[in-house]
């Protein structure tokens, strides 16, 4: 899951393997998600997003959940690659300017 | 389309020293902003621009300035850097609040 500090969890999955990252989120008032994911050296990319009106929502090799009753969200990938490798982080909006950015998960992707 | 560029790429500073750091957008994006990423933290957004002709304070706006010089292009000035500035910034762009924001490849400063 997310943490703040200078040590970001890491999730190791080998290349083939489905994986999950976790990601719990603190504003109830939050009604907009997003996933994000950072390789090295370079700046967040847009993954996929979720409004809090749904619960689920699938893209390529992608899925989003979302919890709303615990406050958490999660990411799925299928079939991982080894060019999934990154920094994975959840974003929360309430609909105004303030994004809440999460430190992130660090993926690496066994071959 | 470039989506969301950034200049200079890398930038050493001595502390005092001013610079500015340049974001140009070419999604008409009307909505900008500028972040701080420092290591193992969240983006920490120091100012945006909901849309042209408007800039407001962010989480962490001490120490910077900056001009949304028109709808594509949003600077962040640092006018006397000191070493609690030393980060990677990244310049985003949406196309107003509250949606997904785009990205730039980022700038990473290290004040001496």
């Known amino acids: 899951g997310e943490s703040v500090g200078l040590h970001l969890p890491t999730l190791s999955v080998q290349e083939g393997d489905n994986s999950i990252i976790n990601c719990a989120y603190s504003?109830?008032?939050?009604?907009?998600f997003i996933w994000y994911k950072q390789e090295s050296g370079k700046g967040p990319q847009f993954i996929i997003d979720?409004?809090?009106?749904?619960d689920k929502r699938q893209g390529q090799r992608v899925t989003v959940l979302l919890n709303k009753t615990v406050k958490h969200l999660s990411l799925q990938i299928a079939a991982t690659q080894p060019g999934d490798s990154a920094v994975y982080f959840c974003?929360?909006?309430?609909?105004?300017?303030?994004?809440?950015f999460g430190a992130g998960t660090r993926l690496f992707v066994k071959a | 389309n470039a989506g969301v560029t950034q200049t200079p790429k890398f930038q050493v500073l001595k502390t005092g020293q001013s610079m500015t750091l340049q974001c140009a957008q070419d999604?008409?994006?009307?909505?900008m902003y500028w972040y701080r990423q420092d290591p193992g933290m969240g983006l920490r957004l120091i100012y945006y621009?909901?849309?042209?002709?408007?800039?407001d304070k962010g989480e962490v706006p001490n120490g910077y300035n900056v001009s949304r010089l028109n709808k594509r292009e949003f600077s962040l000035r640092l006018e006397s850097a000191a070493p609690s500035q030393t980060s990677v910034y990244f310049c985003?762009?949406?196309?107003?609040?509250?949606?997904?924001?785009?990205f730039g490849p980022g700038t990473r400063l290290t004040v001496l």
């Open positions: 621009s909901a849309s042209e002709g408007t800039t």
């Open positions: 985003a762009s949406s196309i107003t609040t509250g949606n997904e924001q785009f």
């Open positions: 979720i409004r809090s009106n749904m």
């Open positions: 504003n109830s008032a939050s009604d907009y």
């Open positions: 999604m008409n994006h009307n909505s």
């Open positions: 974003a929360e909006n309430t609909g105004g300017f303030k994004t809440i």
